[in-house]
């Protein structure tokens, strides 16, 4: 069963200025060497031509006193490559112990001529874009196995193969996938986005318990619409995200970015 907020944050808000609450979540029972660890998850920032480069340095600011080990990004950064640019251009010069690693989500392609340009402009700016591939980050008596997978409208996601699908003794296997599907494998915690938490909620309805997205397309049907919860044997945080494309407007659905806390 779709799974959606039945408590809006009565927040109406215009999109464009990414300004956002920052909602600390703790991830329970995480392995030994997991806890302490600091992860912040920054999705749909929907960066717009109106977007001020001072509202761009607004959110990089509080991002970086925020003091995240890793940095991780869910898609939809702009809906043109230039205005992503200048938000790459500011997380450049923030630095994360663990890195900074982000997904590709359906605006992405739209907006670059290829994955490989995009993963071209975030490599040189310090940010590793993972599309169907995993890295392993090793941490204190253990590692990360962190996968990112290709958006859903575009591309073809597919994660099989790329970390085990079982338990493994020293890795915590996350997996960023922007549309919030079940995936083809099971990590421990998926990180995702794209709903906007349903954009407009009115007394728990949004778009998405009508169907939105999925008349034509039934695999496009989310796991949920916002919120952290178990899903088919596995964590997932679906964040409400910081803008939105199209409709430059939010009622009920207050912009968000994640603080994620292991213990």
Request: charge should be positive; hydrophobic fraction near 45%; include cysteine.
């Amino acid at each position: 069963m779709l799974q959606h907020y039945s408590r809006p944050d009565r927040w109406l808000a215009r999109c464009g200025r990414l300004e956002c609450t920052v909602v600390e979540r703790t991830i329970e029972n995480a392995p030994t060497f997991m806890r302490g660890l600091r992860a912040l998850y920054v999705s749909d920032t929907h960066v717009l031509p109106r977007t001020q480069d001072a509202d761009i340095r607004a959110l990089t600011d509080r991002i970086a006193a925020l003091s995240p080990d890793i940095l991780l990004l869910g898609g939809d950064y702009a809906d043109n490559a230039g205005d992503a640019l200048r938000l790459f251009d500011a997380l450049s010069a923030l630095r994360f112990p663990l890195g900074a690693f982000g997904c590709l989500g359906n605006n992405d392609a739209e907006a670059w001529q290829s994955p490989a340009a995009l993963s071209e402009a975030m490599t040189g700016r310090g940010l590793r874009l993972l599309v169907n591939e995993a890295v392993t980050i090793p941490v204190k008596g253990g590692a990360i196995r962190l996968a990112g997978v290709d958006e859903r409208k575009f591309g073809k996601p597919r994660a099989a193969g790329l970390y085990s699908d079982s338990p493994t003794p020293g890795v915590y296997r996350v997996l960023l996938s922007h549309y919030p599907t079940m995936p083809d494998v099971k990590p421990d915690l998926m990180l995702s986005g794209h709903t906007h938490g349903g954009q407009f909620n009115l007394l728990g309805m949004t778009p998405f318990v009508f169907g939105f997205e999925q008349i034509l397309r039934r695999d496009m049907r989310p796991m949920a619409v916002a919120g952290l919860l178990e899903a088919g044997g596995m964590k997932l945080l679906i964040s409400k995200g910081v803008g939105a494309s199209r409709i430059q407007l939010r009622m009920g659905v207050r912009p968000e970015i994640d603080l994620l806390s292991f213990a």
